[in-house]
């Protein structure tokens, strides 16, 4: 029998009449003051769920900036200027800023084709700043997450376009403002990523990529094709009604058209509320991609569909011009062909038997390291002949990882170069919006087909760069993030964004786009979502992807545009 009474502290037996209890020292009671404390932190871990929230968005926020791979040193001030200057050939084109400058200030007014002249030369000036800006944006992916560099290359491939529907707005061509943005959805979409399938269908016979996110990325593009249908929907409704009551009746008093006036006003209205709910999708969209679901996003997981190689090259020489280089295990096994001086493997239908150390190669190198299977499988000869049979697929992988990236700026270095191009590119811009109207009053050359095909080239050269040289490299999941997600951005962001700074600056800007735009970019939209649905791509697709963009080309090289709302751009001072 136990007591645990209130006995005097450190006795060890009590005396009782019949016999002797044995008393256990009990531990002296922990202060006041020390166990609220721990309660309280418990009390807090549970009863506190948004703190436990704030700290899952903290780590979250913090593994979007630790890169894939270790990267080293960063180079000093001259080699990274040195970088700058060799990144690219495009670079010799960077001769075209100061002289676009000069000829903007020096031709006279009454100069025949001035216009004409200062839009080429600004044209060829804005590629290379678009190029240095997509070489800036992966030194900066580098030092961040996949995901988080898919977002850098989207936005920052977009500051071109952004910054030319900014001028081009301040100075009331919403024309061109309206055909810009549609033009960088459909290049994004057809070219863009239509080049990344056929550079990539070019190494690989199929590339897997993420279905879920392609999936989910297909039905905010819809959204937004509907944001884009719904006023001209809105106004043709309207203008039917409109003509209707007109033929009515002259007994009829009531009438259900609108005129114009009211009209205009109540598509401007649509439009402001439908740009601010596109924000809040954008918003949701980013929520979604960086913090609660950003394992979509990665190429590698259960939702990718992995990719399968070409038993035999195809169109080895181009393939190894878009790779800039050839394969080593190519080179040395050609020089060293593989002869077996004990073959243990069959090409038979019977089982393989067990392979050892014992089973080496003529060179003495031992075929595998102790290598048993307990459920073998049927090997030919060809696939040990072949230079691309790889043994030991999750060594190569892991080495791979383990490799550092070696940076080619400093961090300060590739700001700096952000900021300088930023400015370069909006002085130029300015220059090459002033220009479009004397160029296209040549009548030569329509308004419709540089804001549609000859603007978004120049702003998504960087883009183009980008996604196809990642494509090339089995991340396809990063060239949709940067092809199909600048489309989003353009989508879901810079329209919106576009139509709510002209509701502040008090500029008709609308969503009701030319009907001839509005349906190029739906069947673009649907002709996407048919090829990104079985998660898998070949260079076939792209091919169709690049053809359709240049069939819209030709059709917009005729097309001479029009305006819907009935003269409200027109309006703008």
Avoid at 138 to 145: C, T
Avoid at 268 to 282: K, P, Q, R, T
Wanted: proline share 5%; net charge negative.
């Amino acid at each position: 029998m136990l007591v645990s009474g209130s006995s005097v502290e450190g006795s060890n037996t009590l005396e009782n009449s019949s016999n002797t209890v044995h008393v256990y020292p009990v531990p002296p009671i922990a202060s006041s003051s020390a166990l609220p404390r721990r309660n309280t932190q418990q009390r807090a871990s549970t009863t506190n769920p948004r703190s436990s929230r704030l700290a899952a968005i903290r780590q979250q926020t913090a593994l979007m900036f630790v890169p894939e791979r270790p990267v080293g040193k960063a180079p000093n001030a001259f080699e990274s200027l040195k970088s700058i200057l060799c990144s690219s050939w495009l670079n010799l084109l960077l001769v075209f800023i100061p002289v676009s400058w000069a000829l903007h200030f020096a031709l006279p007014e009454s100069t025949s084709n001035r216009d004409t002249v200062i839009f080429v030369f600004s044209f060829f000036a804005i590629i290379p700043l678009a190029k240095l800006l997509a070489f800036a944006t992966e030194e900066l992916s580098l030092r961040v997450g996949q995901t988080l560099a898919g977002l850098l290359n989207a936005t920052l491939g977009n500051a071109v376009e952004l910054i030319v529907a900014i001028i081009a707005l301040v100075k009331c061509e919403l024309r061109v403002v309206q055909s810009s943005l549609v033009g960088s959805v459909l290049s994004n979409l057809l070219l863009v990523l239509g080049m990344c399938f056929f550079a990539g269908g070019l190494k690989y016979s199929e590339q897997g990529f993420g279905v879920s996110a392609t999936q989910l990325n297909s039905s905010l593009l819809t959204v937004s094709v509907i944001a884009v249908l719904l006023p001209a929907a809105f106004h043709f409704s309207s203008q039917s009604s409109s003509n209707s009551a007109s033929g009515s009746t002259s007994n009829s008093t009531s009438s259900t058209g609108l005129s114009p006036s009211s009209e205009g006003s109540a598509i401007l209205s649509v439009s402001h509320g439908v740009a601010i709910i596109l924000l809040f999708i954008y918003a949701g969209y980013l929520s979604f991609q960086l913090y609660s679901h950003p394992d979509l996003y990665q190429d590698k997981g259960s939702h990718t569909i992995e990719s399968t190689k070409y038993q035999k090259p195809l169109f080895q020489g181009l393939s190894k011009k878009l790779h800039h280089h050839k394969d080593r295990d190519v080179e040395s096994a050609s020089d060293h062909p593989l002869q077996l001086t004990q073959s243990p493997l069959s090409i038979t239908n019977s089982p393989t038997p067990n392979v050892t150390q014992a089973d080496t190669f003529s060179t003495g190198a031992p075929l595998f390291a102790s290598v048993t299977t307990d459920n073998p499988t049927v090997i030919n000869d060809q696939s040990l002949a072949s230079p691309h049979a790889h043994f030991t697929p999750d060594i190569q992988e892991k080495e791979d990882e383990d490799e550092e990236e070696m940076p080619t700026m400093s961090v300060w270095m590739t700001i700096g170069l952000l900021a300088t191009v930023t400015v370069l590119v909006a002085i130029t811009a300015e220059w090459l919006v002033d220009s479009i109207d004397g160029m296209t009053d040549t009548g030569h050359i329509s308004k419709e087909f540089v804001g549609i095909i000859l603007l978004p080239i120049v702003g998504n050269a960087a883009e183009h760069v980008t996604a196809v040289s990642v494509s090339v490299k089995d991340k396809l999941n990063l060239s949709l993030g940067v092809a199909v997600g600048s489309s989003i951005q353009i989508a879901l962001f810079v329209i919106p964004f576009i139509v709510t700074l002209a509701w502040i600056l008090g500029k008709p800007l609308t969503l009701l786009f030319d009907p001839y735009e509005s349906v190029a970019m739906f069947l673009s939209v649907l002709t996407v979502n048919y090829v990104v649905q079985d998660g898998k791509s070949n260079w076939l697709e792209g091919f169709i992807l690049m053809c359709l963009y240049i069939i819209l080309a030709v059709t917009f090289w005729f097309y001479p545009g029009s305006d819907p709302s009935g003269g409200l751009l027109s309006t703008c001072s």
